[in-house]
């Protein structure tokens, strides 16, 4: 429990603005991630078959393009940040017992920096046409 | 009427559940998005696995809960829009609430939109032991 001696007495600078740059990202990354997850929901799930559509050969024909690498690279990292930073505010309002507190935020940024590493991986070393025994799973541009 | 304090600072008006819907689909969305992510890195994997994971997003059930994650998205990115307008809009603070209804409308209007096409395509063919 925070008790504050005198409310009214003016703020202080020291590392003031890391609290604003936070909120401020909240505002500038929901507007990038409106344009990023509605063009994902659109081409995944409304164009064409939808998720019937959805496999290996569907992602692969996706990625093959560096457009969709660097959306879908961009859409990860500013969701999870976005993501893991709503949690911390819930966390931080929530949690009543400040070990507990302090344990949660850390496990949301070790999960938030394992996803964005291993994601980041995966979109940016993927092939499209890997050596595999079930190649009736690969995209046509790969026979 | 004027009714007693009831010991709590919740108001109970569009501006509280506006709020309290923000949060619960914030979360939800979260964890969403944690499971999609390793799902998705499948691919780098196996793609036969990866066909195989996918595979359960197309049945009834989880077709269906994929309506309720698209709606939860919708309140949450259109709401956040209403929020950031609250911050940065003059009278944002005073538009709030017809903010908040405008916010529903528009997400009934495009979840009306993308529902009966998304449960045409999860239940129009339904795998027959292929």
Request: aromatic fraction near 12%; charge should be positive; charged fraction near 15%.
């Amino acid at each position: 429990m925070v008790t504050i001696e005198t409310p009214r007495s003016p703020r202080t600078r020291k590392s003031a603005n890391r609290e604003k740059w936070a909120w401020l990202f909240m505002r500038a990354s929901g507007v990038v991630l409106i344009v990023l997850i509605f063009g994902h929901l659109f081409v995944n799930l409304f164009l064409g078959e939808g998720i019937k559509a959805i496999d290996f050969a569907f992602v692969a024909g996706k990625w093959a393009n560096p457009f969709w690498q660097v959306w879908d690279t961009l859409m990860l990292w500013l969701a999870l940040i976005h993501g893991t930073n709503g949690m911390r505010t819930l966390v931080n309002d929530y949690s009543e017992r400040e070990g507990i507190r302090k344990f949660l935020n850390a496990s949301l940024w070790t999960v938030c920096i394992l996803l964005i590493v291993l994601g980041t991986l995966v979109t940016t070393t993927f092939d499209p046409c890997p050596d595999t025994s079930v190649v009736d799973a690969l995209p046509q541009f790969c026979k | 009427m004027p009714t007693k304090p009831t010991g709590t600072l919740y108001r109970g008006k569009t501006g509280m559940w506006s709020w309290v819907l923000h949060r619960i689909t914030g979360v939800a969305i979260f964890f969403f998005l944690l499971v999609h992510t390793l799902d998705t890195a499948l691919v780098r994997l196996d793609p036969a696995a990866y066909n195989e994971v996918i595979a359960t997003y197309k049945t009834p059930i989880i077709g269906l809960a994929e309506l309720g994650l698209v709606a939860a998205i919708l309140f949450h990115a259109l709401n956040g829009v209403r929020i950031i307008l609250i911050d940065f809009w003059r009278k944002g603070t005073k538009y709030q609430n017809l903010m908040f209804w405008i916010v529903i409308g528009l997400a009934i209007l495009i979840f009306a939109g993308f529902a009966p096409r998304h449960l045409a395509n999860v239940f129009s063919h339904l795998p027959v032991g292929k």
